[in-house]
């Protein structure tokens, strides 16, 4: 065995090379991982239930686009039936349920699709019964606190 002494060539190549490997440890160690791009998926709609499909097959045949009788099924047929009835009401003639062509028939709501929903303002809300003295409510409470 040999001794590596401070300064000598052996003690640079010795160091040189304990510095390398804890260069190549370390930029393994503080590489940054890449975030995975995830695309958003945009809400979709729910499918209508079948009493919601009979609603609008009645609504349809009442307006006389459709034939026979409600089926709560959102078959060919009733798809063909919305589309003419759109077209008829001169909407985009898709077939498919949106806000428009069920206010059209009547289901929707009034501002359905067309604006933002709104929040209740104060004059808007019920108002509370006042206390009255001598109601039964008062008579729980005889100091009226």
């Given at each position: 065995m040999f001794t590596v002494l401070p300064g000598s060539v052996a003690a640079q190549t010795t160091k040189k090379a304990s510095s390398k490997a804890s260069t190549s440890?370390?930029?393994?160690?503080?590489?940054?991982?890449?975030?995975?791009?995830?695309?958003?998926?945009?809400?979709?709609?729910?499918a209508p239930t079948a009493d919601r499909v009979t609603e609008i097959q009645t609504a349809l045949q009442r307006e006389g686009f459709y034939?026979?009788?409600p089926s709560g099924k959102w078959d060919a047929g009733?798809?063909?039936?919305?589309?003419?009835?759109?077209?008829?009401?001169?909407l985009t003639g898709t077939g498919k349920l949106d806000a428009p062509s069920l206010q059209k028939l009547g289901l929707g709501s009034d501002i359905a699709g067309?604006?933002?929903?709104?929040q209740s303002?104060?004059?808007e809300e019920p108002a509370k019964p006042a206390a009255v003295p001598g109601?039964?409510?008062?008579?729980?409470?005889?100091?009226g606190i």
């Open positions: 440890h370390s930029t393994t160690s503080s590489k940054k991982k890449k975030k995975r791009h995830v695309a958003r998926r945009e809400p979709t709609q729910k034939q026979g009788d009733t798809q063909d039936a919305m589309r003419r009835f759109q077209e008829s009401r001169g067309v604006s933002a929903p709104r303002s104060p004059a109601s039964s409510a008062s008579a729980s409470n005889p100091s």
